[in-house]
């Protein structure tokens, strides 16, 4: 990745066509900022009443340092937005999703399909006791059936909460157990390269003596017979035995919708969560005027329904848009690096969203790949996850934006729940700065004073007030919660990431300020990492870092101190990798391991990550304390 000083000076600029002017929800972004910062609360109610509220709300926003309530005393279900609202409409036969899996199958369901799936879920949720305020684990890979299983949860006011497929029995547990689960979904399998993936060993060992966890439900995918053998409750025969009407419960406003975990610096993952009417309403409007989206259009996000991604721009706030959207299991470059482009080809997609990692990936294979096919649908193409390189970007821009397309660059986080700094349609991008803050949203580049910064500076990024989809609280630990909010003097949200911003305002994310590793854009603690490392009997301690990689952002490089007895090997290496891959899966697999004698640490004992970092990028202690606490 290019370095800071080249990245700061990035002057040029990509002004969209008129077509894409011309169609664009907003097309005066200065102004309209402008007027949103005047008035916030009446911004986001202008919003809100574009959608469906069966009580209106008496007050937009209460806040109350550091806690935030918004349409307080309204009532809706974003299952009603999402679905009735689009049936009643006249779109029951409108796709809602095609999904597609690596072995060239194709599923389509429309709003009035899913609408029935996702009641009769619910119906048989209710049968098998479960009720508003439960907690409901979704451990199946992205496909319908689990975004039905998300939908039947928000319509009845069951708290979901979806972990990655990916995830294995350690992290699973986890996350389980912290928001003590009263039943899990899940599926036989994912599909990953032509294989099948067991998800049910993995769940059973990750649920040993988790007694709250009541019930398993099993999407069974090959029809093999498995739940009744292992006492689980078969998802199809709960499907077809339960009414296909189910009433969207009238929730508050602020009643939970989901818990979503991810990783910070210390401890174990957070339990993000997310309520209902505010996540809603800006997961909503995000997708219409950053996607552009409009009636006819077909949607794609490629990432996964375990991310916040999946959630607010695979499931919410798409589907509050009704737009028909493509749901893809499996790898983007299996069977081969066509994959992907042949579905924007064959299915007219004119939205498309990934993550730079994928991109630097399809660069690797060469143009010849996309190039073999019709892109001409595509309008709009997005990014998310890490920082996207000017190179990245431009590759994206001439060989899957053929040079016509915008590129919009979506900063935001698990915690924002939806977009927050980009740059719209409409309004002329610098590739690699994500751009200018969101409507109503207030951000500043400080320093750990919380003192405002110069134009390119780097210093940490802040949001000043509260928005709609924020998070309320991580899940039973307010003090986690308070802390985003009280760690930077001057009462601000602190994103904990690098920033500067240029003298036009645009803003560059430059990455993670804290030990939080970006791989291929997924979250990983190294807490996380070092504790699955000294869980084998051969480590008596560990330290993770963040190394820089040309594909992935960065990778995960361990040092480990061997306990007695024990001799650095290949064969240990390949041991403590198998074993972190068990625990918490294969993105978290340290891509090299080295095995040390000492690491340092303060006086207090807490091992000095950075130190190994500036040692491992060959720059001095000094540069590199700049960028990091
Ligand atoms: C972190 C949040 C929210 C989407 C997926 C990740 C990094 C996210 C960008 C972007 C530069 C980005 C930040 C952020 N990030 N989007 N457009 N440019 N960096 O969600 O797992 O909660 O991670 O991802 O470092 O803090 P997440």
Excluded at 13 to 35: F, G, R, T, V
Excluded at 307 to 313: C, E, F, K, L, N
Aim: proline share 4%; aromatic share 12%; charged share 30%.
């Amino acid at each position: 990745m290019e370095n800071i000083e080249v990245l700061l000076k990035i002057k040029e600029k990509y002004y969209p066509s008129e077509d894409i002017i011309k169609k664009a929800w907003i097309k005066d972004y200065e102004n309209l900022y402008k007027e949103s910062l005047q008035d916030r609360e009446g911004f986001w109610a202008k919003v809100a009443e574009e959608l469906h509220w069966f009580k209106k709300w008496d007050k937009v926003l209460e806040w109350n340092f550091p806690y935030a309530r918004w349409f307080v005393g309204g009532k809706t279900n974003i299952t009603y937005n999402c679905l009735d609202r689009h049936v009643q409409n006249g779109k029951r036969n409108k796709l809602a999703y095609i999904y597609l899996d690596e072995e060239g199958r194709e599923v389509k369901v429309t709003y009035g399909e899913l609408l029935e799936l996702v009641c009769r879920i619910a119906n048989g949720m209710k049968s098998l006791g479960l009720k508003k305020g439960d907690r409901v684990s979704i451990y199946m890979p992205n496909s319908v059936e689990a975004i039905a299983v998300m939908l039947a949860c928000a319509r009845i006011g069951v708290i979901h909460s979806v972990v990655f497929a990916g995830f294995s029995e350690g992290a699973l547990r986890t996350r389980v157990k912290d928001a003590r689960a009263k039943a899990v979904f899940t599926a036989s399998y994912t599909q990953r390269r032509g294989k099948k993936i067991d998800l049910i060993s993995v769940l059973e060992k990750a649920i040993e003596n988790l007694d709250f966890v009541e019930k398993v439900i099993l999407w069974d995918r090959d029809k093999e017979g498995i739940s009744s053998s292992k006492g689980f409750v078969d998802f199809e025969e709960l499907v077809k035995e339960a009414d296909s009407f189910c009433k969207a419960e009238e929730v508050n406003s602020e009643d939970p919708l989901f818990i979503l975990y991810t990783s910070g610096t210390t401890g174990k993952p957070k339990g993000v969560l997310h309520t209902t009417g505010g996540y809603m309403v800006q997961t909503y409007y995000t997708s219409k005027v950053i996607f552009d989206l409009h009636e006819d259009d077909v949607f794609w996000c490629s990432a996964d329904i375990g991310w916040i991604t999946g959630h607010s721009y695979i499931v919410y706030g798409i589907l509050a848009n009704g737009v028909t959207s493509l749901v893809v299991e499996g790898a983007p470059d299996y069977p081969d690096p066509g994959r992907w482009w042949s579905y924007i080809e064959k299915f007219r997609v004119n939205v498309f969203y990934t993550a730079p990692t994928a991109i630097r990936m399809f660069m690797k294979y060469g143009e010849k790949w996309p190039s073999k096919y019709d892109l001409s649908s595509l309008r709009i193409l997005g990014s998310v996850g890490e920082p996207i390189n000017p190179e990245a970007w431009h590759w994206y821009h001439k060989n899957i934006g053929r040079g016509r397309c915008v590129i919009v660059d979506t900063w935001w986080q698990t915690e924002t729940g939806a977009h927050m700094v980009t740059t719209i349609p409409s309004y002329p991008a610098k590739p690699g700065k994500a751009g200018k803050p969101f409507f109503t949203v207030e951000v500043d580049i400080v320093d750990k004073e919380g003192k405002s910064l110069p134009p390119n500076t780097v210093g940490l990024l802040v949001i000043k007030s509260p928005w709609p989809s924020m998070l309320r609280t991580c899940w039973g630990e307010p003090e986690r919660y308070e802390k985003y909010w009280n760690s930077i003097p001057g009462k601000v949200y602190n994103t904990d990431d690098l920033a500067s911003y240029d003298e036009e305002g645009y803003i560059m994310i430059l990455g993670r300020a804290d030990d939080v590793i970006n791989v291929a854009g997924h979250r990983i603690g190294t807490m996380e990492v070092e504790s699955a490392l000294v869980d084998h009997p051969a480590v008596a301690e560990a330290a993770v870092i963040g190394k820089p990689h040309e594909l992935k952002g960065e990778i995960i490089k361990a040092f480990v101190i061997l306990k007695e007895g024990y001799q650095p090997s290949e064969d240990l290496i390949r041991q403590l990798k198998d074993h972190v891959r068990k625990e918490l899966g294969p993105i978290a697999v340290p891509e090299e391991i080295v095995f040390v004698e000492k690491l340092p640490k303060t006086r207090s004992g807490k091992i000095m990550r950075r130190i190994l970092k500036a040692k491992e990028l060959g720059l001095s202690i000094g540069d590199i304390s700049t960028l990091e606490d």
